[in-house]
């Protein structure tokens, strides 16, 4: 059975940096694209960055150049750094097994003015 769990959200105030985690069990991420979404209260979900071993990632133009997805093999992980955050960034950030139905719960990022 295949379990994404995210940590790493909080409150941070703007200009400010947090880095996300997914932990995958179940399943290798090595051989798996795993991707970044979010959801702001009252939108849709929407996809931020995905990672595919062997390949570039890819990033919203909104988050380019400021947020940074990476994986860790060894620990079966996929981190999302995200600096020089901004108020419109406040969501839910959940991490998804492309291709897949598993999602992780999420976890909250909020970012104050």
């Known amino acids: 059975q295949v379990q994404l769990v995210e940590s790493g959200g909080g409150l941070v105030q703007a200009g400010g940096s947090l880095r996300l985690s997914c932990v995958a069990s179940?399943?290798?991420?090595?051989?798996?694209?795993v991707g970044w979404y979010r959801q702001a209260p009252g939108k849709a979900r929407e996809f931020v960055a995905s990672?595919?071993?062997?390949?570039?990632?890819n990033y919203i133009d909104a988050v380019r150049g400021r947020f940074t997805i990476s994986g860790d093999d060894a620990k079966n992980t996929v981190y999302l750094q995200m600096n020089s955050l901004k108020p419109e960034d406040t969501a839910i950030y959940y991490c998804?097994?492309?291709?897949?139905?598993?999602w992780g719960p999420g976890t909250q990022v909020t970012v104050s003015s």
């Open positions: 990672i595919t071993s062997g390949t570039r990632p």
């Open positions: 179940g399943i290798s991420f090595r051989i798996a694209p």
């Open positions: 998804h097994l492309i291709g897949s139905a598993n």
